[in-house]
């Protein structure tokens, strides 16, 4: 049975993808995001109030714009301690273009860099969601005091580090106490910041550790509504601003080929287990 022209037509338009986004609609000569034809925003809302627009799907209260720009200046930089900004450095002296830099500087984010806002805002979050019955009023939601106590005595049983708490620097860092006058100021010290201030206290007459900048910010941005998987996108647009500083610094004040240690002081280890017959007749 031959198939018609139609009913081919018809199959493609079925099996063909399709991109959905709610985000920006671009049509000839309009750009339309998040409702707001852009233009209109241009010279109207700041940075932060675009990314928090791009981010919630609305414009921002004034101070949720404020706490968020001041959650964004907290992470700028932190020197050339940061792998990140070694790689971006690194990468600037072999000859590597600005956008391959700051590809390889975010590239080196992981699990023990860069990743502890999100690992803090999901720990946050899901005790709050799932062990306390209220709507984001302390008052009534048990004593906050014994989750709190019950996190740091999990984590320590397991010899497990929280995230956000501890800082390989810093005994004290000095961010945090800055912050969380901040949130208190525009109305963002909410449960989460309080969970995390609570944690603070136990780990600081427990092991002497204290929070850092990624739990304080962990417990702002969930008390701003924002869902722990924004945790390490926020954290980029942050840090990118700095990255590119750092690679424009190598590029114009150092001398290309970056090395951080000489051949003759490498350590190289004497491999005994070696098969010498494998390597004879290989080799």
Not at 45 to 67: C, D, Q, R, T, W
Not at 252 to 265: G, I
Not at 271 to 283: G, P
Request: with cysteine.
């Amino acid at each position: 049975m031959a198939i018609g022209r139609e009913t081919v037509g018809n199959l493609l338009k079925i099996t063909k993808p399709q991109w959905k986004t709610s985000i920006t609609k671009v049509e000839p000569n309009r750009i339309i995001t998040r409702g707001y034809p852009q233009e209109d925003l241009i010279g109207n809302i700041s940075f932060p109030e675009m990314v928090y627009l791009l981010l919630k799907g609305e414009l921002p209260h004034e101070n949720e714009a404020k706490m968020l720009e001041a959650v964004l200046v907290s992470f700028c930089d932190h020197g050339v301690t940061p792998p990140s900004t070694q790689v971006a450095r690194i990468m600037a002296s072999t000859g590597a273009s600005m956008n391959s830099c700051v590809s390889g500087g975010l590239s080196s984010f992981g699990k023990y860099h860069a990743g502890a806002l999100e690992h803090s805002m999901r720990l946050f979050q899901e005790i709050i969601n799932e062990k306390v019955d209220c709507d984001e009023d302390i008052t009534s939601c048990g004593d906050l005091k014994d989750l709190a106590l019950t996190t740091v005595e999990q984590y320590l049983e397991n010899d497990e580090k929280i995230p956000g708490f501890g800082h390989r620097f810093h005994d004290k860092d000095p961010r945090p106490g800055k912050l969380i006058k901040t949130a208190k100021k525009y109305g963002y010290f909410g449960i989460h910041t309080e969970l995390a201030v609570i944690i603070d206290s136990l780990l600081r007459e427990m092991k002497g550790i204290r929070i850092n900048i990624d739990g304080t910010n962990a417990g702002i941005l969930s008390d701003m509504g924002f869902d722990w998987r924004f945790g390490t996108g926020i954290f980029m647009i942050g840090r990118v601003p700095a990255l590119i500083s750092h690679i424009y610094e190598e590029k114009s004040d150092e001398s290309p080929f970056r090395k951080f240690v000489e051949v003759e002081d490498v350590c190289f280890h004497e491999f005994d287990s070696v098969d010498h017959n494998l390597k004879k007749n290989k080799f």
